[in-house]
Nanobody
Framework: QVQLVESGGGSVQAGESLRLSCAVSDRPGRVYDLGWYRRAPGKEREVVAIISWTGDRIIYADSVKGRFTVSRDNTKKTVTLQMNRLKAEDTAIYYC????????WGPGIQVTVSS
């Protein structure tokens, strides 16, 4: 069973940056995509970014393209989301996700952007 723990959230002003990290705990040898999702107040959870095992396939939500960058380090077992030029509408709980069998979610971390 994959276990995920997010870190790096907090409160910032619009236009500033934050860097989220997710530590992945799992037995060696498993290969899967990792992703970031978010749930804003009063909204459903939505995908933010997904990165394949090798990093050659990356998908971003249209709303974050050009501002957010996802990366992973399979040696350190981490996935990172660099968020630049943050907007108030980026305020949400951010979740790390492992597309393993079965899939696994982190507990989530709050990101608050004040305008």
């Amino acid at each position: 069973q994959v276990q995920l723990v997010e870190s790096g959230g907090g409160s910032v002003q619009a236009g500033e940056s934050l860097r989220l990290s997710c530590a992945v705990s799992d037995r060696p040898g498993r290969v899967y995509d990792l992703g970031w999702y978010r749930r804003a107040p009063g909204k459903e959870r939505e995908v933010v970014a997904i990165i394949s095992w090798t990093g050659d396939r990356i998908i971003y939500a249209d709303s974050v393209k050009g501002r957010f960058t996802v990366s992973r380090d399979n040696t350190k077992k981490t996935v990172t989301l660099q968020m630049n030029r943050l907007k108030a509408e980026d305020t949400a709980i951010y979740y790390c996700y492992a597309d393993a069998q079965p899939g696994a979610w982190g507990p989530g971390i709050q990101v608050t952007v004040s305008s």
